[in-house]
């Protein structure tokens, strides 16, 4: 469902992709408005059936989209979607190096036909000697330097979420962007190439910067000199946790006051915030002592009522119904179209951003497969009597599920 108020309304993107890089890529490009057509091989994405830590994949990287699902293995599938992309403003895809090749899809060759094409290639790695690597977002977190940091020293840990693959996806669409301003000038297309691992040593550029300014390894996220003061996660009465920040001499001012501890304000050894910085050996547990008298509720009041940093230690399933998120619109009404139970609602998070004070809002539910194939067919000037051949043969999907319109 178009939306001519959303920037990217008149453009078309192909889409080869699943797990998560490729799929945040189209995803961004059609929440700001782009007609994102995902192609689908005859058994449908495999994404949509990964339990675990997967099971969330699919639903949350394929909102805004349409679906048409089809045999690349046959002629007839292949002359469909070759139709379909001579259509297109962009192709977007995440398959193994060669794959789109083989299907006579590659850039080389689609440009020579299609040269005002913009083609986006998401991988592991960027052409170089890594190439040939297979790349996971844990792997090039382990090789780049991100693992190293989060974990406590000996024991690397990875990121809590897919955090390459999902910014890898967000860099492709910034060159789309990039690439169809270029367009705009030249009126020739070009192509854009992602990687996973360049990606996390972009994420990891502070600290190879802070080496190379101070001379000194940073050390990993827990074992690291913090710059404040307190910046730190307490328990509190009833073993709550919570985070809490007092990072300018003004903001223990106002810490010791509110809490009430003088005799805190008054020690000179933490006087300064350079001075807590180099006393935490006894600050610290000091305030740990402290807080374990006073309830989450009760400290966080404090801070919030005097404008000091502090977060709820919150699980991903909380999010659901944290008040400013429902607040402001920033999660909304989706129907899962896999799992347990294909057919159910949930709500999903939305671009962190607002065009015109708006967010960008769900236009399509994440699609069932081949859920608008022959939308799409008769669009391409396909006969009804041709389409049901097509899909009588197996050459091509169609399901009668739509995806709900918001």
């Known amino acids: 469902m178009s939306n001519p108020t ?18 945040t890529c189209g995803m961004v490009l059609a929440d700001l408005g782009a007609e994102v057509i995902k192609v ?12 675990g830590s997967g099971a969330g994949f699919f639903p949350m990287f394929n909102r805004n989209k349409k679906s048409i699902s089809v045999n690349l293995k046959t002629p007839e599938g292949k002359k469909v979607v070759e139709d379909l992309i001579a259509t297109a403003d962009v192709v977007v895809e995440n398959f193994k190096t060669g794959t789109m090749k083989k299907l006579g899809f590659d850039y080389e060759t689609l440009a020579k036909k299609y040269p005002r094409l913009i083609y986006v290639t998401n991988k592991g790695f960027l052409p170089g000697p890594y190439d040939h690597r297979t790349a996971l977002d844990e792997v090039v977190q382990m ?7 989060t974990g406590p020293k000996g024991m690397p ?9 999902m910014m890898g996806g967000i860099f492709g669409a910034i060159g789309v962007m990039a690439a169809l301003r270029n367009r705009d000038r030249t009126g020739l297309g070009e192509e854009i190439q992602t990687g996973l691992f360049e990606n996390n040593v972009f994420l990891v550029g502070q600290h190879m910067m802070q080496y190379a300014v101070t001379g000194k390894a940073a050390d990993p996220m827990p074992n690291r000199i913090s710059s404040w003061g307190i910046y730190d996660i307490f328990e509190a009465k009833n073993q709550e946790q919570i985070f809490l920040g007092v990072v300018t001499d003004t903001q223990w001012e106002i810490f010791c006051r509110v809490f009430g ?4 304000q008054a020690d000179e050894r933490y006087a300064k915030n350079n001075l807590r910085v180099t006393n935490r050996a006894t600050l610290i547990p ?3 002592s402290r807080f374990l008298e006073i309830s989450v509720t009760e400290i966080a009041k404090v801070f919030e009522d005097n404008g000091l940093p502090y977060a709820p230690i919150t699980k991903p399933q909380e999010l659901f119904n944290d008040p400013h998120l429902l607040a402001t619109g920033g999660i909304a009404k989706i129907e899962i179209p896999n799992g347990a139970n294909p057919g159910s609602f949930t709500h999903t998070p939305l671009l962190p951003l607002t065009i015109g004070g708006q967010r960008l809002g769900i236009r399509l539910d994440p699609p069932y497969q081949g859920a ?5 067919l008769s669009e391409l000037g396909l006969s009804q009597a041709t389409i049901d051949e097509l899909i009588a043969k197996g050459i091509m999907v169609a399901s009668d599920s739509l995806s709900s319109k918001k």
């Open 6 to 23: 959303l920037p990217y309304h008149d453009i078309r993107v192909v889409e080869f992709t699943h797990m998560v890089m490729g799929p």
């Open 40 to 51: 689908e091989p005859i058994e449908g994405d495999k994404t949509r059936e990964l339990l």
């Open 143 to 149: 090789m780049g330097g991100l693992a190293y940091m």
């Open 157 to 165: 840990l990875r990121a809590g979420t897919s955090v390459n693959d």
């Open 261 to 264: 501890w003088t005799d805190l």
């Open 286 to 288: 000091e305030l740990r």
């Open 372 to 376: 608008h194939t022959k939308e799409i």
